[in-house]
């Protein structure tokens, strides 16, 4: 969990790290050891919504 919470975090200062991937137009997707992050980046906004945390396994 503490994994989880800290990528969250790290998307506040770099909404696009390494490892993550496009999903969709305006979606990106992230995994953090057994999670899945889906995320949105309002770029007009200057905002970041999470869309779902998930496990992958």
């Not at 200062?13 to 999670?35: F, I, K, N, V, Y």
């Amino acid at each position: 969990m503490d994994a989880l919470l800290h990528a969250t975090d790290r998307l506040a200062d770099d909404p696009t790290p390494e490892g993550s991937r496009a999903w969709g137009s305006s979606h990106r997707r992230l995994h953090s050891g057994t999670w899945r992050i889906l995320y949105r980046i309002d770029t007009q906004n200057s905002t970041l919504h999470i869309e779902h945390v998930g496990h992958t396994g």
